[in-house]
């Protein structure tokens, strides 16, 4: 099975900081890559797939790269709705299954 | 609007059997495929079973496969998640999401709010 890594575990950053989180696959996926926000109490909400394809709605301060094994997502400019946890998908079906990565969590500085 | 709302969730002992449901509305239901998604309590996601668009073809996360079935049922709008021989591991919340298209090996949106099911004596 492919294992997903993200880093860093915990990020604190201050509004209107550029952030950027690192998702790492065990193996190549492709551009089988998804990115999702969650806060507390709530479902997550898909931010990008196709490891750079902004999903509708989603503020353009949020863009995603990579492709194989080394995936980035970056927050151009934080705002203080964007304080949560971000998790990297994969979902190659030729892996047996669809990881997650652990999560980072984002947090006020 | 897209919505997705499980139930059925609640306390079992180990060993025990729940099944859930997820309502879908506001989209073609049968035009896609849906995965089950849990979540233990204070930790990541964990994709759980998939389905395509007509149950023809699922898959199943190692660590439930011989004890879960997912099904669906589109003349009702619903995907369930028949939960067998339980362990305290598998408590969580239980989410679940939609596919892009008619299989179910993609991104997941929309997500429903989940259902919490407690394994425990």
């Known amino acids: 099975d492919i294992q997903m890594t993200q880093s860093p575990s915990t990020l604190s950053a201050s509004v209107g900081d550029r952030v950027t989180i690192t998702c790492r696959a065990s193996q190549s996926i492709s551009s089988w890559l998804a990115w999702y926000q969650q806060k507390p109490g709530k479902a997550p909400k898909l931010l990008i797939y196709k490891a750079s394809s902004l999903e509708s709605g989603v503020p353009s301060r949020f863009s995603g790269s990579g492709s194989g094994t080394e995936f980035t997502l970056t927050i151009s400019s934080l705002q203080p709705d964007d304080f949560a946890t971000y998790y990297c998908q994969q979902y190659n079906s030729y892996s047996g299954g669809f990881t997650f990565g652990p999560g980072t969590k984002v947090d006020i500085k | 609007e897209v919505q997705l709302v499980e139930s059925g969730g609640g306390v079992v002992r180990p060993g025990g059997s729940l099944r859930l449901s997820c309502a879908a509305s506001g989209f073609t239901f049968d035009d896609y495929g849906m995965s089950w998604v849990r979540q233990a309590p204070g930790k990541g996601l964990e994709w759980v079973s998939g389905?395509?668009?007509?149950?023809?073809?699922?898959g199943y996360a190692d660590s439930v496969k011989g004890r879960f079935t997912i099904s669906r049922d589109n003349a009702k709008n619903s995907l369930y998640l028949q939960m067998n021989s339980l362990r305290a591991e598998d408590t969580a919340l239980y989410h679940c999401?939609?596919?892009?298209?008619?299989?179910?090996?993609?991104?997941?949106?929309?997500w429903g709010q989940g259902t919490l099911v407690t394994v425990s004596s």
């Open positions: 999401a939609r596919a892009s298209y008619g299989d179910y090996d993609s991104w997941f949106d929309p």
């Open positions: 389905i395509n668009w007509n149950g023809g073809s699922t």
